[in-house]
Structure formats: C-alpha cells, structure tokens
C-alpha cells in the first residue's frame, strides 16, 4: 500500500452558496471533463428514494449530475431497466441523460442476483458507446461495487479514466451487523477489491471512509479523495412547525421523533421503536410518538411487517405511526414536523437523512457510526449515541423533551452545520478528482503492444 502522499479532503467545509469566485473557475475549467458515464446499474435515479433499493445514494447521483450539467459536464447514467414500459431514454434535467439497459428480467430479480447479469450489462453499456464518435466519453463515475464492474470493462475499452464511489462497503458492514442481518457475501468482497484496485481515483464521503478503503482494502492514500455529499439547500429549509404538522396531519402537542429511510436491519429503526416503549415506560405521562416513513429493503424485505409486529409486541401501536416514502418537499415537512430525527443506522458512509433534517432546522439523535461523525456535529446540531442500546436513545429523547430550550440551540446549530454541506461543494469536489483522473490516465491496459 503506498502512503507517501496523504489523502486529498477536497471538500469546502465554508457556506458556498452562491459559489466563489474560486469555485466558479474551477466548476468551468476548460479542463473539465466535457461528457462523463455515470453508473447506477443496481438501482435507478428515476426510484423513489426510501424504497427497495433506493436511498441516499440515488440523491446523491441525482443531484450531482443535474449541477455537473449546469456546469457545462453532460452526464450520462446508466442504469438496469426495471420495466418494458420505461422509454430506452429519459431526460432527467437537461444536459443529463437517463438510459436504460435491458439485462435479465425487468422485475423480480433482487441486488443479490445482479452479479449473474453484469455482462449483460455491460453489453448494453458497449453497444451505446459504439453507437457514437469515438472519444463520446471522457470519463466514467461509477457508484456503488457493481456499477465498479462494469466501469471496470468499460474504461479499459474506452480508455478514459474510472473514478468510483462506493457508498458502503461489505467489510465495514460485516464488521457493524445488526442481530440476525445477513454477512455481505464473499463475491462482494472481492468484486470491491477489484474495483478499489483498478479505479483511478475513489471518491469518499468522508475521512472515515476514507480510512476504511485504505485499511481495509489497501487503497493507495494518493489516489482517494474525501468529498462530503450535500444536501438541497432551496428545498431543505428551517419553517413553521405547527403548519407543518399540521401539513402532514400529527398532532401538535406531541414529542415527534422521526425516522426517514429504507426499512431494514443496517438502518436499525426497531432502536427508534424500542426506544419509544421505553420512554412510555419511563414517563407514561410524556406524548412521545415515533414516525417512520419508508419501505422495506434488502433483508428487511424477508419480515416486511417486522416493525407493526414490533410495535403490536410492546403495546405501543398507538404511539407508532408508519408512512409511505415521500417527495423531496413532503419530506421537509416531515423534517419540520418532527422535534428530532433519529438515525441510529449499524453502518453509514455518511448519513443524507440527519443534513436533511439538520437543514430543516431538526437536530438529530444518531449512532456514532461511520460517516454520521461527520454528519452530526455532537452536542451541536444533534448527540451522538454509542452503542444500539435502545435504553440510551430514549434517555436522549427524554431530555430533549424536558428542555426546550437546549433543543432550540441544537435546532439552530443543526441549520448552521447543515449549511456547509450544500451539493455547490460536492460537485466542486467532483470536478477536481474528474481532472486529477484524467491528468494521471496511464495507457490502456487492453492496448495492444508490439
């Protein structure tokens, strides 16, 4: 592993909104990548987030692309059809391209299957590209392990530079299992050891992450970049709390404590409902009610009604109110409806959920975890939990709702912590290690020699 150089923190941690005039140059650099493939095979940009495999990762690929496009970068994305009624294309903003690829059968096939249908994939990727001018891309930005393998085949034919996000990784899963999950299996790992070893460069959210593919996957320190993800600054704002409530129809006089995500084991949201059975224990007389929007994922699609089950177990249905994933915007609501969010996740490489709320001005109770010490500020915008022990989240939401005004300061410090995390910054981010991949391209490794 080489470590002469350190990793390179490219993020801008100030409130960058509008851009600087030093980002502005460097957003529109000539050298800038003019087109890029961006590779979302697992899960689609066009899928409601909170939904089967759909989460932080589909916002992040989103919202990235839409400002690289503003920025003069077109961006395609490929991703797997799901659907014969999806248009081979879709225009997702302008400048950015969705297109589907047809590889094995459009539903019922589940992430643990995909690994059987990469060169199907793939093929698909190759037939677009040879139907344009040679040189059509620039670059390749793959998210996730298996787009990583298709990004893989595709840079070495096309000769252009693969940079990779990996968003989660098996290892650190497997070292963070919730009871009962299911290990990331062996093929996993060694398809990310694969990709961390080809990349150009590896894009990581954080500087945890970033220690984890170094220690744990052996990637050279030289050639990761931490490059915080962001979050909708317009849409993800601080507002009025009883219309909000009111908006999304919850009582007024109740301690709301919210979780937003894909429901499944890693994300650990039996914490929340343990946590709130808690609380009714400690205090019967405190309105505490917890509420849950998403839709069950992964291996939580094996007990789809594990949490009513849940609930039903420790008599708290009453207090316990699940929603189906929702828009952007009716999800700020939700953020300002609620007194706190909890993210009490095994594992994040960042944590969209707790900036999305911070940025609605809804402090956060999270786990200690990975990527959530970045962003959570403790003691700041939110605390910060050791441990999945349900008796040490309801202790913090019950002195939180014992002290409104300690839960005003976090209010206002998890809008000012929030604010440095606007998607002008990531994308900013992007672009410096775009150019840094493309200045270090070495030969093809399929050219042929003589």
Known sequence: MAASQPVRDTSEMSVVRPLSAKQRVRANSPSNPQRIAMLSIHTSPLD???????????????????????GGTEVEIFTRGTSSALPPTVELAPGVLVRHITAGPYEGLVKGDLPGQL????????????????????LIHSHYWLSGQVGWLSSERWRVPLVHSM????KVKNLELADGDTPEPETRIIGEQQVVDIASRLAANTSDEAAQLIDLYGADPARVDVIHPGVDLQTFTPGDKGAARQQVGLGAEE???????????????????????????DRPGLKVRAVICGGPSGSGMDKPS???DLARELDITANVTFMSPTSRAGLADLYRA?????????????????????????????????GLHTAVANNVSGHLIEGHDPRAYAAAIERLADDPAALADLGRGAVMHAAAFGWESTTVGLLDTY???????????????T
């Open 119 to 138: 060169c199907a994939v793939t093929a698909g990727v190759m037939r677009i590209e040879a139907s344009k001018p040679e040189g059509w891309y620039d």
């Open 435 to 449: 150019r840094a991949a493309m200045a270090d391209q070495p030969p093809s490794r399929l050219a042929v020699t």
């Open 167 to 170: 968003h989660t990784m098996a």
């Open 338 to 370: 609620a007194d706190v969010t909890m993210v009490p996740s095994h594992s994040e490489s960042f944590g969209l959920v707790a900036i999305e709320s911070q940025a609605c001005g809804t402090p956060v109770i999270a786990a200690a975890v990975g």
């Open 306 to 308: 594990a949490l009513i």
């Open 255 to 281: 301690f709301i404590v919210l979780f937003v995500g894909r429901i499944q084991p890693l994300k650990a949201p039996d914490v929340l409902v343990h946590a709130v059975a808690q609380v009714r224990r």
């Open 48 to 70: 409601q987030p909170g939904t089967g495999d759909a989460g932080g990762m589909n916002v992040y690929v989103v919202e990235t692309a839409k400002r690289l496009a503003e």
